[in-house]
């Protein structure tokens, strides 16, 4: 390890902390190094960047996918949606980084290939933390707060956790302690000839059962909930894993998906018994098997957060947060990478973000580090002047491309505010936080999912403290730039555009 005198950021007095150095953190780190703020210090327990890709996905494939060649070129803003991998930066060579280290044997990465994309983030966009930095503790200090670490103490203004939600959680089964968690799950082929039941039916679960498709004689995934197929646009389960059900669908190959209440878990000699009774069917389940395996889920390490005031969601699992990731209980305690999912935004037709997945919470990162400039810290507040005939085409191609409105469908949008002074473009902002608030005339615009997961582009517009919801036409390619697109679009805008506008710079 480095001597101490190399490492940045020694501990003192800061505007703000960062702690963390997953995906999450780098670009929180990135972003907020561009914003102005002058002190800002990015602490982390880990030897090197990465975060939960330096070991996870246990069976070391991603479920978010990057397509190397696309329509658009890579480094442009257009191609981030068709990279769900790379972090996004300012300049063309902190841009696109993941495809560089794919081998194409698939169109997602291996574990070590984001790893390296991360790594490589970092080096390039001088991305500076403090590694081997381990926080502790937290305590309120005044207006700002303190954050004890291996190191010493830091003292800040505002902090912000990209801790990730990566400490196991076991529903309270009794029993199913006994087993290993997905993070303790071993090598597949450890499981060859044996029968496996694993305790979950979301991504790790699918996961394990996926890669263990080869080995294991048979497998069983139980849980109360069914997988709803119909609901697979709105859910954060990946298409990618679903061998084992379609299996299981057609009276397949020994894997079974199975909608039950596991009643209790109980260790033998031989293995384990498993007592369960139907959800969506009638009756009793017993089953004898070799291994089980709890994919129940995660939680985020908060701490002693809880007990300084910060207010949990989801079973205690995750902070409770604002649309800008600030903590509803502590003001000044914000949240950045994968615990961003805890701010579930609009969840029109049960539709959930991809704040837990890299392709979302890296754009939810931009806004919060602008957000926290502004606020906290009165610096940015720029806003560029549009003219009237530039409003139309404007947000007609930020329905047509902008990736932060195809990847966070209805929870990011373009805004553009009407004032006496002219029309802004206040650029991306969270979609509840627009539809909250009621100061002035303005108009948002994003992709969503209607009732039928259509994709649809949708306009919000607020005019004299009333809100209007506006549903444009979908289109078989997701051409949003059509002229039937544009008339619509005109008509929506005509009550709130003024007749003219000048140009120029605030």
């Not at 084992?244 to 209440?261: L, N």
């Not at 079973?315 to 579930?344: C, K, L």
Request: negative net charge.
């Amino acid at each position: 390890m480095e001597s101490l005198d190399e490492r940045p950021f020694p501990p003192g007095d800061y505007d703000v902390v960062l702690v963390g150095s997953g995906p999450g953190g780098l670009q929180t780190a990135y972003s907020l190094a561009r914003t102005g703020i002058p002190r800002c210090a990015v602490i982390s327990r880990d030897p090197a960047p990465g975060g939960m890709f330096r070991r996870f996905p246990v069976y070391q494939r991603l479920i978010s996918w990057t397509k190397p060649d696309a329509p658009f070129e890579r480094g442009t803003r257009e191609y981030e949606w068709y990279d769900h991998n790379s972090l996004v930066g300012d300049e063309r060579e902190h841009q696109a980084l993941a495809p560089e280290f794919m081998d194409r044997t698939f169109d997602v990465p291996a574990r070590p290939e984001m790893e390296a994309a991360l790594v490589e983030f970092a080096t390039r966009g001088d991305v500076r933390v403090r590694y081997g930095c381990e926080w502790l503790s937290t305590r309120r200090e005044g207006e700002g707060f303190v954050l004890g670490t291996s190191d010493g103490e830091y003292r800040c203004r505002v902090c912000v956790f990209a801790i990730g939600v990566t400490e196991p959680w076991v529903a309270p089964i009794p029993g199913l302690e006994a087993a290993p968690h997905y993070v303790a799950a071993n090598a597949p082929e450890t499981y060859e000839g044996k029968s496996v039941f694993i305790v979950g039916k979301r991504n790790s679960g699918f996961e394990l059962a996926q890669g263990l498709l080869p080995w294991a004689r048979r497998i069983v995934l139980g849980s109360p909930r069914p997988v709803d197929t119909a609901m697979l646009a709105f859910s954060p389960l990946s298409i990618r894993y679903l061998s084992p059900y379609t299996e299981h669908v057609r009276g397949g190959t020994g894997s079974y998906v199975v909608d039950a209440a596991i009643e209790r878990v109980e260790r033998h000699a031989n293995g384990y018994r498993i007592h369960a009774s139907g959800t969506t069917w009638e009756g009793q389940l017993e089953l004898e098997v070799d291994e089980v395996i709890a994919a129940t889920g995660f939680r985020a390490p908060t701490l002693d957060l809880p007990t300084m005031g910060v207010a949990m969601v989801n079973d205690g699992r995750m902070p409770a947060q604002t649309p800008y990731w600030e903590s509803v209980s502590v003001p000044g305690i914000y949240f950045a990478g994968n615990t961003t999912q805890a701010s579930p935004g609009l969840r029109k037709h049960g539709a959930t973000s991809s704040s837990g997945s890299v392709n979302g919470y890296r754009y939810n990162a931009r806004v919060l580090a602008r957000h926290i400039a502004e606020k906290h810290f009165g610096l940015g507040g720029e806003r560029s002047l549009l003219n009237r005939d530039e409003v139309l085409p404007h947000l007609l191609g930020e329905l047509a491309h902008a990736p932060e409105l195809w990847t966070q469908k209805g929870y990011l949008a373009r805004v553009v505010d009407i004032d006496g002074d002219g029309i802004r473009d206040e650029g991306i902002v969270p979609l509840a936080d627009f539809v909250d608030r009621d100061d002035g005339d303005a108009c948002a615009v994003a992709v969503e999912y209607d009732a039928d997961g259509t994709v649809i582009p949708v306009v919000y517009l607020r005019r004299g403290g009333h809100l209007e919801e506006h549903h444009l036409p979908p289109h078989p390619l997701h051409r949003f730039g059509t002229d039937e697109h544009r008339q619509q679009l005109t008509a929506c805008l005509a009550p709130i555009l003024p007749r003219k506008a000048k140009a120029s710079r605030l």
